[in-house]
C-alpha cells in the first residue's frame, strides 16, 4: 500500500460539514498567526496544521498570492536597529520593528527571544518569513553565533558551531532550497589581503541535517566586502555577489559577479554589464529587483556634493546580453544602498551632518520621488513575510 503525503483527515464529517478538502483548502490561505490558534480547536487540526505538506502549501500560496498582488498585498519590511545603548532595552536584547513594505508605516515590533554573547547581531537574510541572525562571538571576528527565527510562530533554532573551525574573514547567505523545502546558510571563508593566493574556504549548513559540510570550488577569489553577511542577492534559486578574481598567467584581479546555485550547489561567474565598472564609483552591491539580478553603482554627479544612483537589471537570467541600465537616480548628497523592497522601492541610507542620526529615505524606482522612512537608528533591513516556516521542526526552542 503506497504511502500519501495528504496530512490527516481534519475532523469527523457530520451532516452539513464542508468537505475535508475544502476546509483545508481554506485553512492554507490565512495567516499564520491565526492558524497557530487554530490548532487548539481539536488534535485532527493541529496534525494537519503541523504537517509538512500543509506548511508547503500554506508557503506556496502566500508566494502565488504575492506574485499576483495588486497592491494590496501583505508585504512587510524588517528591521532591526545596530546594537548601541540608544538602542538597548531593559532586557538587553534589541527590537525589530515590522512595517508595511509600500509604506514603511510602522505595524508592531518584536523582541529578539535569544541572547548573542556579544557585539551588535546582524540580519544575515531573509526567506519565506524566516530569518537568519549572526553576531560574533567575542572578538573573533571569523567566528559567529547564528540563528534561524520566525516570529510569526514565536520559535528559533540555534546553528551547530562550524565544521571549518576558526579562518580569516567570513561571509555569511542564506536561501531556500526549493527541490528539497529545505533551508541553507553559505559560509565563506576568506584569509586576508596578506594571503591574496589562499583559495576560499566554503561551507553550507542546511536545516534538513542541521549540519555543516565542505563544498569545493577551484577559483582563487575574495569576496570585496569585509562585513560578515554577503552584500548579495538571491535570484533564481541562487546567491550573487561580487568577488576579485585573479584570473590567468598574470594573477589580474577582476570584479566578477560570483554565483551560488541553492539547489546544485554549483558556482558559476557573470560578468559585470558593459559601462558599469568604467566610471569612478563610491558604492557597487548587487541586489534583487522585482526578482531580477540588479547591480547599483553609486557615482559622484556634476552637482557639487551630489550622486547618482545607476541601476543596471539582467532581464533574461544568466543571458549577459540581457544587461539593461533600467534608471537613474539623482540624488542631493552622499547616501548608501541598502537594497529595494519587494515592489522595487529603493531603501538609502542618507549620513547627516552634525552628530545627526542617519535618515533612511525611500525613492519609488517609478516616480523618483523620495520619502523619509520611519526608520531612526542605523539598521540592517530585511523583506519579511508570515509563514509557518520551523514549525514542523523537532530541534526548535518556542517561547
Known amino acids: 500500500m503506497s504511502q500519501t503525503t495528504e496530512p490527516p483527515f481534519l475532523l469527523r464529517r457530520r451532516k452539513n460539514d464542508l468537505p475535508d478538502d475544502i476546509v483545508l483548502n481554506i485553512l492554507t490561505r490565512l495567516p499564520a498567526k491565526s492558524l497557530i490558534r487554530f490548532r487548539c480547536v481539536s488534535k485532527p487540526w493541529d ?4 504537517s509538512s505538506y500543509f506548511i508547503s502549501t500554506h508557503l506556496n500560496n502566500l508566494a502565488h498570492d504575492n506574485d499576483n498582488d495588486n497592491g494590496d498585498g501583505d508585504g512587510y519590511i524588517i528591521h532591526m536597529p545596530w546594537r548601541t545603548h540608544e538602542t538597548m532595552n531593559s532586557s538587553n536584547r534589541p527590537v525589530c520593528t515590522i512595517a508595511f513594505d509600500r509604506t514603511f508605516d510602522r505595524i508592531s515590533e518584536v523582541e529578539i527571544p535569544f541572547d548573542f554573547p556579544s557585539g551588535r547581531a546582524l540580519i544575515v537574510g531573509s526567506c519565506n518569513g524566516l530569518l537568519c541572525l549572526a553576531a560574533n562571538r567575542g572578538l573573533n571576528i571569523s567566528d559567529y553565533v547564528i ?12 546553528l551547530p558551531d562550524s565544521c571549518l573551525g576558526k579562518l580569516g574573514f567570513a561571509k555569511l547567505g542564506f536561501a531556500y532550497h526549493s527541490e528539497n523545502n529545505d533551508y541553507k546558510v553559505l559560509r565563506i571563508s576568506s584569509y586576508p589581503t596578506v594571503r591574496p593566493s589562499v583559495p576560499d574556504e566554503i561551507e553550507v ?3 534538513s541535517s542541521d549540519s555543516w559540510r565542505r563544498v569545493g570550488m577551484s577559483l ?3 569576496v570585496s566586502n569585509k562585513s560578515f553577511f554577503l552584500p548579495a ?5 541562487a546567491w550573487h555577489w561580487i568577488s576579485r578574481v585573479i584570473e590567468g598567467e598574470e594573477e589580474r584581479k577582476v570584479e566578477l559577479i560570483m554565483s551560488f546555485d541553492v539547489n546544485s550547489e554549483e558556482f558559476r561567474m557573470l560578468r559585470m554589464p558593459d559601462g558599469a565598472m568604467s566610471i569612478v564609483r563610491f558604492q557597487t552591491r548587487l541586489a534583487s529587483f522585482k526578482g531580477k539580478l540588479a547591480l547599483l553603482t553609486c557615482g559622484q554627479s556634476e552637482q557639487r556634493g551630489g550622486c547618482l544612483y545607476s541601476i543596471w537589471v539582467m532581464r533574461e537570467y544568466g543571458v549577459l546580453e540581457s544587461w539593461n541600465k533600467l534608471f537613474v537616480v539623482p540624488l542631493e548628497r552622499l547616501a548608501f544602498c541598502i537594497g529595494f523592497t519587494m515592489y522595487g522601492s529603493l531603501l538609502l541610507r ?3 551632518s552634525n552628530n545627526q542620526a542617519d535618515k533612511f529615505v525611500l525613492v519609488d524606482t517609478k516616480n523618483l520621488h523620495a520619502k523619509d522612512s520611519d526608520i531612526q537608528h542605523p539598521s540592517c533591513v530585511a523583506t519579511f513575510m508570515e509563514s509557518l516556516a520551523l514549525l514542523d521542526g523537532a530541534n526548535m526552542v518556542s517561547y
Do not use: D, H, M
Open 350 to 352: 542618507c549620513p547627516q
Open 147 to 158: 540563528y534561524l527565527w520566525n516570529p510569526s510562530i514565536r520559535k528559533f533554532q540555534r
Open 205 to 207: 549548513y542546511s536545516l
Open 220 to 222: 582563487r577569489s575574495n
Open 233 to 237: 542577492a538571491l535570484v533564481s534559486g
Open 47 to 50: 496534525s494537519s496544521i503541523t
